[in-house]
């Protein structure tokens, strides 16, 4: 008996053992699919193939893919187009607003007159008595060119400037004033008048001591360099830069435009620190040659 059933107990694990096999090889996993489908192409089994057949049988709902387009009404149709329309005519006037409409200033207030404004030029002592000579030659240019009133203040020593109801340009009395300006400093008339006509002349003023300290002979002899013999030095830095030239004492006064002040400054300059006349002569030479060059 106990032989018996020692021998039929271990048959029942090996049948369980088939089932499962039989059941990996009926459902495998799909990992394991997966690289034989990439590998090669399995064919299908008739339990997919009957799948196939069943929904290709099976008819197709066409309206759920594809919905008719919607009819639009005739209005819509108008507002449509009423939209797209382009407006040809002419342009409706603004609607009132809150800011304040003025009428046209009449003729007479169109002009606008300048605010008066005064200038005082002083004159030193030595200038007092030219003034006097020249004197219809200074107030008439400031009065026809500029339209300014002029007078002489002979108590205070000064040129007194004022606009008035013929100035139609608001830098006149600023022209007014270099111009009775430059003849103080020494300028001749006719030189001076150049500031009234000409917007690009300027006046510069510097001292032999803001060059280089000099005293006694030192100073005369530089003064000397710089005017030369009968002023022959003076003459040619004027005809080459194209400015006027005044020497006051030890005071030295520019007139012209910016670039050739600044020419005529370094050759005085460079007199003041001894340079020898003959050197800046050529200095003086090349830069006229280079001005005639950019002027053709």
């Known amino acids: 008996m106990v032989v018996a059933h020692s021998a039929t107990h271990p048959a029942q694990p090996s049948s369980s053992k088939h089932k499962k096999r039989r059941k990996l090889h009926k459902k495998p996993s799909a990992a394991t699919q ?19 057949t069943e929904t290709l049988s099976q008819p197709i709902d066409t309206t759920s893919l594809f919905t008719p387009p919607k009819i639009s009404s005739s209005n819509d149709a108008n507002d449509d187009d009423d939209e797209l329309m382009i407006d040809t005519s002419a342009p409706t006037l603004s609607l009132p607003t809150a800011a304040p409409v003025f009428r046209p200033a009449a003729p007479s207030k169109s002009k606008t007159l300048l605010a008066p404004e005064t200038r005082r030029v002083p004159m030193p002592p030595h200038r007092m008595t030219p003034l006097k000579k020249d004197w219809v030659n200074i107030f008439g240019p400031l ?28 830098g006149a009395i600023q022209k007014g004033a270099d111009f009775v300006k430059a003849y103080a400093l020494g300028f001749d008339v006719n030189d001076a008048i150049a500031l ?33 013999q009968d002023g022959k030095t003076k003459f040619t830095i004027e005809n080459t830069s194209r400015t006027r030239i005044v020497l006051a004492d030890t005071k030295i006064h520019i007139m012209g435009s910016f670039q050739n002040i600044k020419i005529a400054r370094d050759a005085i300059v460079s007199l003041i620190l001894g340079s020898p006349p003959g050197k800046v002569y050529a200095g003086l030479r090349t830069v006229s040659s280079r001005m005639r060059q950019r002027a053709l």
Do not use: W
């Open 34 to 52: 997966e690289p034989h489908a990439s590998s090669s192409h399995t064919e299908p089994s008739d339990e997919e193939l009957a799948d196939i």
């Open 143 to 170: 009065t026809e060119i500029l339209g300014l009133q002029v007078r002489m203040n002979v108590q205070r020593r000064c040129v007194e400037i004022r606009t008035s109801k013929f100035t139609k340009d608001i």
């Open 196 to 228: 009234l006509r000409m917007d690009d002349l300027y006046l510069d003023s510097f001292e032999i001591k803001d060059v280089k300290t000099l005293q006694g002979d030192h100073l005369s002899r530089a003064i000397g360099r710089i005017a030369g």
